[in-house]
């Protein structure tokens, strides 16, 4: 189906049902438990999966294919949340021309800086990539304010022209009429459940890159550039040239950014400079290796994991803690609570950086691997029960990109 | 006129004069074989073939055309593939991947923005690169990762690799190098084999005088940065030049 075979169609299917059932999927606690505060299933965090998602799908093609660490990524997210808002200004409300405009956008500010970065490799290449996102974050902060609106950031005001909004449009980003903001509220026994149609075309946006990514890993072109990160040598003595491949890799990639970037203006019509910091850049990264750089799965659960914790750990606050701890004697709750604040609430990053460090250091494939080597383990189980006996010897083979 | 024309080139390094004048001839559908002991310069005349060095002098011609100054996916697109001293393969892909990556050079060129292909679909290229690992014996192992290979396998699939792409001409660079002996001989008997089935011109940089005497029709010895002799492999074993410049020096050991 779709120019897949039988394997990653069904791959292709579960990812489908899973984001759209996130909603559902993501609340497992009733509301009135005092588990509710880890449900995720609210609009603003299921967007930000998804549009993260989307974000580390397209940084993936570009280092976990050919390995070429990029520090610069956020600008083309920045520059895809500008190009949305522009056309906010300019014509409507209406999300489409913006996203288009941010693919292109940033695709041709890929091209431009992909053109230069790629001359080097290695360190050369991150640095080159950090350097120029630094310059255009400190142009949009300050020298290019006529486009960007500087330190404030880029917004609608009323005197902006918006040439095609007519009497009754929405006010608000919308697709056709179809507000991003409004949802359907769902409430089965103690359970609410929300959709939102802000989270809900980002979904089918982000399968389609999925999509995308999942056909460019099985294609010649994400062979060779799988072959870049093996071996560049061997490629250029094959008679191959490696650098219209890497660069056709980072155009793409950015691409992707922008997208991610669009639909963050696309769910909030805000685009700020803050956007396209180092910080930013650095988070993608942190999600790929997080997940498992070039597996396909990988920067999803990586972009999931880090934004869950962003959102979710980061609210556990003193109230939150006492609540748990309050059964215990008192000498003990203030210790534990004195404990605990080194991990929860505003140092959620110690504890998302002690897992990256754990992850880094015992399972380096990120969570994928983890995953597989649980799979294995069963696996090998169930090979057990069945005839007791798994001594032969298999000669390793490659594993499947897929999983 | 030979199917690789070298004429006086020249190669320096800072105080070194790695190659000088070096005037070469390999003929179409021959064993060349280029030896010389350690430092001579061979493998820097190997490496002015492929596009890695630009000699300060001289021309290098392939096919009629000069390879100067051009790139080495340029030059191999011309009909120039090279086997390297260490077996340079994709370690990260399987066997068949290896050999697959080749093919589609042959077949769509240095660039081709294939993304919404399938691999698998290319029934073709599979189909080419399943028989080329029969011949060379690894159709077994096609979907090992290229990384577990035993060296012998590796350096058979770095043939593969570049015997999928028919070139024209052939370059190995120290082929049994840091091999034993039963490897080597093994080595031999695969060149031997490729050498019988098909009409290929190989250049040949070898140390080992036991490969080098098994597998070539001509030799040219070099010393010094310089051409000795051009001769065939009787009389390069009695030339006392050759003995002086290089036997002389291995009977010694």
């Not at chain 1, 520059?79 to 906010?88: I, T």
């Not at chain 1, 120029?132 to 486009?147: G, R």
């Not at chain 2, 034993?180 to 080992?208: F, G, P, Q, V, Y």
Request: proline share 4%; glycine share 10%.
């Amino acid at each position: 189906m779709l120019g897949l075979n039988n394997k990653d169609t069904r791959f292709l299917l579960i990812v489908v049902f899973l984001t759209l059932a996130t909603p559902i999927l993501l609340q497992p606690f009733p509301e009135s438990s005092g588990m509710a505060q880890f449900n995720a299933g609210y609009p603003d965090l299921m967007q930000r999966f998804a549009i993260f998602g989307i974000f580390a799908i397209g940084f993936n093609i570009l280092f976990g294919l050919t390995g070429y660490l990029s520090f610069g990524h956020a600008a083309f997210l920045g520059v895809g949340s500008y190009s949305v808002v522009w056309m906010y200004k300019l014509l409507d409300y209406n999300v489409l021309p913006g996203l288009v405009l941010a693919i292109i956008t940033s695709g041709l500010f890929a091209l431009l800086i992909g053109f230069i970065s790629l001359r080097r490799s290695g360190i050369y290449f991150s640095i080159l990539t950090l350097a120029f996102a630094q310059m255009s974050f400190n142009l949009a902060y300050s020298v290019l304010t006529p486009l960007t609106n500087g330190e404030t950031g880029l917004q609608v005001y009323g005197n902006d022209p918006q040439y095609l909004i007519g009497e009754n449009s929405p006010t608000s980003p919308h697709l056709f009429g179809l507000v991003m903001n409004e949802s359907a509220k769902v409430n089965i026994g103690d359970w609410q459940f929300t959709f939102n149609n802000g989270y809900y075309f980002c979904a089918v946006i982000a399968i389609l890159a999925f999509y995308m990514s999942l056909r460019i890993f099985r294609s010649p072109f994400g062979l060779m550039l799988r072959a870049v990160k093996s071996n560049q040598q061997r490629l250029n003595y094959t008679g191959l040239n490696s650098r219209p491949y890497t660069l056709a890799a980072f155009v793409i990639s950015g691409m992707y950014a922008g997208l991610a970037g669009g639909l963050l203006a696309a769910m909030d019509p805000l685009a700020g400079a803050e956007r396209m910091q180092w910080t930013a850049s650095g988070e993608v990264v942190l999600m790929t290796i997080l997940g498992g750089a070039g597996t396909l799965m990988g920067p999803v659960l990586g972009a999931g994991f880090i934004k869950y914790f962003e959102n979710i750990f980061s609210k556990i606050n003193d109230t939150v803690l006492h609540g748990w701890f309050g059964w215990l004697p008192d000498g003990v709750e203030d210790v534990i609570i004195f404990i605990s604040h080194f991990f929860v609430g505003k140092s959620w990053h110690l504890t998302l950086g002690l897992l990256f460090m754990m992850v880094v250091i015992f399972l380096p494939g990120g969570l994928v691997e983890g995953g597989q080597r649980i799979a294995a383990m069963l696996r090998r189980d169930r090979a057990k029960t069945d005839d007791g006996d798994d001594g032969e010897h298999h000669p390793k083979t490659t594993p499947h990109v897929a999983e | 006129m030979g199917i690789l024309e070298v004429k006086g080139v020249g190669k320096r390094f800072g105080g070194l004069q790695a190659l000088s004048d070096v005037n070469l001839s390999v003929q179409e559908n021959t064993v060349h074989a280029i030896i010389g002991p350690n430092g001579a310069g061979k493998s820097t005349l190997l490496n002015c073939f492929v596009g890695k060095l630009i000699p300060d002098t001289g021309s290098v011609m392939f096919n009629g055309q000069s390879v100067l100054g051009l790139k080495p996916h340029q030059i191999n697109q011309m009909g120039i593939s090279r086997v390297f001293q260490t077996p340079e393969i994709f370690d990260d892909l399987s066997v068949i991947e290896n050999v697959m990556i080749p093919c589609f050079a042959t077949r769509d060129g240095s660039f081709r923005m294939h993304a919404f292909e399938t691999v698998a679909n290319e029934k073709n290229i599979v189909a080419t690169a399943e028989e080329i690992l029969l011949d060379v014996n690894m159709a077994d192992k096609r979907h090992m990762q290229a990384s577990s290979l035993s060296r012998g396998d590796k350096r058979r699939l770095e043939m593969a690799m570049c015997l999928v792409q028919n070139p024209k001409l052939l370059l190995l660079d120290e082929p049994t190098a840091g091999m034993a002996r039963a490897d080597t001989n093994n080595t031999i008997d695969l060149l031997k084999e490729i050498k019988s089935k098909r009409d290929i011109t190989m250049a040949i940089i070898e140390h080992d005088m036991h490969v080098v005497f098994s597998l070539a029709e001509r030799i040219t010895v070099l010393a010094q940065g310089t051409p000795l002799v051009e001769d065939t492999p009787e009389n390069i074993k009695g030339h006392p030049k050759v003995k002086e410049a290089y036997l002389g020096e291995a009977q010694q050991e």
